[in-house]
């Protein structure tokens, strides 16, 4: 055992000169080593045995580090994923396979090479996704996967509205809540809703949307959810708030609704990631076929940044590799390029564009915190491999957003017909 102290003792010694991050790692016999110079050891990544390294030299990805730590392999010792992110530059981690020197690694990798390692692929999304929605692409199971965890896993960490987007914060100060009332409400005055409306929510979620374009503005609202779960919290509420006769919930696929025009109204929020991009024209098109001439429609979903090359931009990143195995199967993002250029195409006319990234950024912030404060009652709901799985993906996309690797745009578009929109001019 002791050639395996030695060589990880190498090993760490290495990645901290290029790392320079302010904590430690802690080996399966206790001994504790900086990441750095003169590290802080109050927070320490475990390292729970030698096999552990072997996997991580055999297969140096992030999808490597997602799975150790999701079954335990790995753990953060003293804080969160997220206060463990904020100890180091992430720039430096994500060139630091480049900047490893490899022939140090390999030296003080060969204890390791022998050791076996196996693999826990639970938690993995178990069916083929196909890209095409009618050609074998089943979205209530890929949605199901995501959202049917359980109402009371996800109230854990979400708002009392239970809303799971980005809210409006007026500073950092502004509470979750505060912060999701605010969103509900600007997004029903985006849309200048009034009781001689009739609005549509794709992938209405736990209702907050509804209820509220209900309760505070008389709106007439469809909802459609593939979420089973979602889809029996919602109906409870809206029986709950009083608001039958102005609220009708379905599971079903929007794309089913067929009556031309049928919506004044439409919104969208969170639902299009789980599009994907072979999609895109026929979910824009009916919307279009679902919305009044002159009908505004809602759209609020993340993208990521545009490659210089664009033929690059269908390439898997890492991050995406994870995502679409153990959080959102199926699920593509665009980019706002993309997003603009399609709502043009398929009849639509772009009234405003709203940056929602550091909202975003700061919602997954308290999300991540909440779980992390409530973490006995979140293993004992989904067990503790989903917990450590569920935490490290919220603070993942924390840091994702504070980056600017992954961003988040509200567009307001009106279906298109000939003369002035009749809208308010002041964007206020």
């Known amino acids: 055992m002791s050639r395996y102290v030695e060589g990880a003792r190498r090993i760490v010694e290495h990645v901290a000169e290029r790392l320079a991050a302010d904590l430690s790692v802690q080996l399966w016999n206790g001994e504790v080593l900086p990441l750095g110079p003169g590290a ?84 993995t999304f178990p069916q083929r996704v196909r890209r095409r929605f009618g050609r074998g692409r089943d979205d209530q199971v890929m949605v199901g996967f995501h959202y049917d965890v359980s109402n009371d896993f996800y109230a854990l960490f979400l708002d009392p509205e239970m809303q799971y ?134 759209h609020d979903a993340i993208t990521r940044r545009a490659p210089k090359d664009l033929k690059r931009f269908r390439d898997p990143t890492p991050y995406m590799r994870f995502i679409n195995r153990y959080i959102f199967p199926g699920g593509e993002l665009d980019y706002l390029g993309l997003t603009m250029t399609n709502l043009e195409r398929n009849g639509f006319e772009v009234r405003d564009v709203e940056s929602m990234r550091e909202h975003y950024h700061l919602a997954l912030k308290h999300w991540a915190e909440n779980l992390y404060a409530r ?17 490290l993906y919220l603070s993942m996309c924390a840091v994702g957003f504070w980056r600017g690797a992954i961003y988040d745009f509200q567009t307001l578009a009106r279906k298109r017909s000939t003369g002035l929109a009749g809208l308010r001019v002041g964007r206020a």
């Open 40 to 123: 802080s050891s109050d927070i320490r990544i475990l390292i729970q045995s030698p096999q552990v390294i072997a996997r991580l030299l055999r297969s140096p990805s992030l999808l490597t580090l997602v799975e150790e730590h999701i079954t335990g392999g790995l753990q953060i010792l003293g804080g969160s994923p997220l206060e463990a992110a904020s100890r180091w530059d992430h720039m430096r981690a994500l060139v630091l396979r480049r900047t490893v020197q490899q022939r140090v690694l390999l030296s003080a990798a060969l204890p390791f090479l022998f050791l076996r390692e196996s693999k826990d692929q639970r938690l």
């Open 165 to 298: 987007s980005p809210g409006y914060f007026e500073d950092i100060h502004t509470s979750l809540a505060d912060a999701q009332f605010a969103k509900l409400d600007r997004i029903c005055r985006k849309l200048d809703l009034g009781p001689e409306d009739r609005l549509l929510d794709i992938g209405c979620g736990w209702g907050g949307m509804a209820c509220h374009a209900a309760r505070h503005y008389g709106t007439k609202v469809h909802g459609v959810t593939l979420s089973k779960e979602q889809l029996a919290f919602a109906e409870a509420k809206v029986r709950n708030l009083g608001l039958s006769e102005l609220v009708t919930l379905e599971l079903r696929d929007f794309r089913s609704l067929d009556v031309a025009g049928a919506y004044t109204k439409v919104v969208q929020v969170g639902m299009f990631e789980h599009v994907g991009l072979d999609n895109h024209d026929s979910y824009f098109g009916h919307v279009h076929h679902l919305t009044v001439e002159g009908g505004l429609y809602l």
């Open 375 to 391: 973490r006995e009652e979140a293993e004992e709901l989904v067990g503790p491999e989903r917990f450590r799985l569920w935490l």
